[in-house]
């Protein structure tokens, strides 16, 4: 079993994944360095708030990419080309849906969430106009996230790389031009961003056309036919169980946010510096988990076990290294990271008091992000849903709750203990439900069978 492990078929899908997921937040990054720097701790909040908001739209939309990817790479194990193909025209009919209908209503529910959000005032005017700017690119957000699921789902990760590469270089220079250069502020840090995803769009569309095969691009031209008008059951179904794990996280991600704003303005600004290198490197961890995504989904149709177990193992260790490795940089270079974040020292002070927390994130939540992408990719979506729900009522919040009941004046180190803790019981209840799953043999008794083609 652990002779010959694939870690060369591992680390082909894992490296582009890592770069291209690594350059997710590092938009994140400068921009709030470009504010930390150019602007004011007013600035700085105001894109928290509003990134919290698309981040939960585009957050709790990602299963348009997990979906596809899951559906698309189980087809194409069982060798069944025309069902992959169905599905990837399901899920654009769903993300140009899905798109329109965010468009028309971010006008009345953006204000009204961040009403909820933040306190009335400056902060609160500045993150609804981030909000109303990013949102203007959903469309072609939601696209790009279906272009990625179909190439992950077929083993190819590089070309995610040069689409999210392209958007979030365009992006990082209209942030230098828009907020360093024109003074712009959160604003034009939301300009950047929007156009960056439209151009990101263009890019996934040729990408796709110029390398797909000849059969399989006759294949999506032809949209009238039985089978994509049926199997919509099977995809909402293992959607939902996505949007309802996502969701979850989302409402936890939210809190954190939400709960430094209540404490105070250097907090939510120095949290939102914090969530930044939380950002990087669970998104550099996800490199990994794609690849487990991407080889589980391929086994599991092909209905090889064995393979399927040996390609997890070999995505593990590496995604423990990973987490290590971030864990060693934040320890060793505490000081500089903050400082390139940010000039402002009661942020920088507060965002210091709190950096070990962030320390120990990448090693201990590595599980969690790895098990993610094994379930994913095998359609077993339901176990995430229930593990990330039972980490959230059973770890996350009591902790916040009890903390506050016994140190009332520590709030900062009870919210961010209670979301490390809440790291390591998703990853424990994931592989419990592994080890379950694997005993009682039903990798194969899938939740979302493949929809007919």
């Known amino acids: 079993m652990l002779r010959g492990l694939p870690h060369r078929r591992a680390f082909s899908l894992a490296w582009p994944a890592i770069l291209a997921n690594v350059t997710v937040p590092l938009v994140g990054l400068v921009d709030t360095a470009m504010l930390g720097h150019f602007a004011d701790a007013t600035s700085l909040g105001a894109v928290a708030l509003g990134s919290t908001v698309i981040g939960a739209v585009f957050w709790l939309l990602n299963f348009l990419r997990n979906g596809t990817t899951s559906f698309v790479g189980r087809a194409l194990g069982?060798?069944?080309?025309?069902?992959?193909?169905?599905?990837?025209?399901?899920?654009?009919?769903?993300?140009?849906?899905?798109?329109?209908?965010?468009?028309?209503?971010?006008?009345?529910?953006v204000p009204l969430v961040m009403g909820v959000?933040?306190?009335?005032?400056?902060?609160?005017?500045?993150?609804?106009?981030?909000?109303?700017?990013?949102?203007?690119?959903?469309?072609?957000?939601?696209?790009?996230?279906?272009?990625?699921?179909?190439?992950?789902?077929?083993?190819?990760?590089?070309?995610?790389?040069?689409?999210?590469?392209?958007?979030?270089?365009?992006?990082?220079g209209l942030d230098?031009?828009?907020?360093?250069?024109?003074?712009?502020?959160?604003?034009?840090?939301?300009?950047?961003?929007?156009?960056?995803?439209?151009?990101?769009?263009?890019?996934?569309?040729?990408?796709?056309?110029?390398?797909a095969a000849s059969e399989v691009r006759a294949d999506v031209r032809r949209w009238r036919h039985k089978g994509l008008r049926s199997?919509?059951?099977?995809?909402?179904?293992?959607?939902?169980?996505?949007?309802?794990?996502?969701?979850?996280?989302?409402?936890?991600?939210?809190?954190?946010?939400?709960?430094?704003?209540?404490?105070?303005?250097?907090?939510?600004?120095?949290?939102?510096?914090?969530?930044?290198?939380?950002?990087?490197?669970?998104?550099?961890?996800?490199?990994?988990?794609h690849a487990a995504e991407a080889m589980s989904s391929r086994e599991i149709g092909r209905g090889d076990i064995r393979e399927f177990h040996r390609a997890n193992l070999a995505a593990a260790l590496p995604a423990l290294a990973i987490g290590a490795c971030f864990t060693v940089l934040y320890l060793v270079a505490r000081d500089p990271l903050i400082s390139l974040m940010t000039d402002l020292e009661p942020v920088a002070a507060t965002a210091r008091e709190y950096f070990p927390w962030v320390i120990a994130l990448p090693l201990f939540s590595a599980f969690a992000y790895l098990f993610d992408g094994v379930f994913l990719g095998s359609g077993h979506t339901?176990?995430?849903?229930?593990?990330?729900?039972?980490s959230a009522a059973l770890v996350f919040f009591p902790l916040v709750w009890v903390g506050e009941a016994l140190v009332p004046d520590d709030r900062g180190h009870d919210l961010w203990r209670a979301f490390l803790?809440?790291?390591?019981?998703?990853?424990?209840?994931?592989?419990?439900a592994y080890?379950?799953?694997?005993?009682?043999?039903?990798?194969?008794?899938?939740?979302?069978?493949l929809p007919a083609a």
Request: proline content about 2%.
């Open 382 to 390: 339901r176990a995430m849903l229930l593990t990330m729900v039972a």
């Open 231 to 289: 199997g919509w059951m099977r995809v909402v179904a293992l959607n939902g169980w996505l949007f309802g794990r996502t969701a979850t996280l989302y409402v936890v991600l939210t809190f954190v946010t939400a709960y430094a704003a209540r404490v105070g303005e250097d907090v939510l600004a120095a949290t939102a510096v914090l969530m930044q290198f939380m950002y990087l490197s669970s998104y550099a961890q996800d490199g990994y988990a």
């Open 117 to 172: 959000l933040a306190p009335a005032g400056e902060v609160q005017s500045l993150a609804t106009d981030y909000a109303w700017i990013r949102l203007l690119a959903a469309p072609a957000t939601l696209l790009t996230l279906v272009a990625n699921g179909w190439f992950v789902g077929t083993g190819d990760t590089k070309r995610p790389l040069a689409i999210v590469a392209t958007v979030n270089v365009l992006n990082i």
């Open 176 to 211: 230098v031009l828009f907020v360093a250069g024109l003074g712009w502020g959160s604003s034009g840090a939301a300009g950047a961003s929007a156009i960056a995803e439209w151009a990101g769009v263009l890019v996934a569309g040729v990408l796709w056309w110029r390398f």
């Open 435 to 449: 080890a379950v799953t694997t005993r009682r043999g039903r990798w194969l008794e899938h939740e979302e069978p």
């Open 78 to 109: 069982a060798g069944r080309i025309e069902a992959a193909v169905t599905h990837l025209q399901r899920a654009m009919l769903m993300a140009v849906g899905l798109g329109v209908g965010i468009l028309l209503v971010q006008w009345i529910a």
């Open 421 to 432: 803790f809440f790291n390591v019981a998703r990853g424990v209840f994931l592989g419990i």
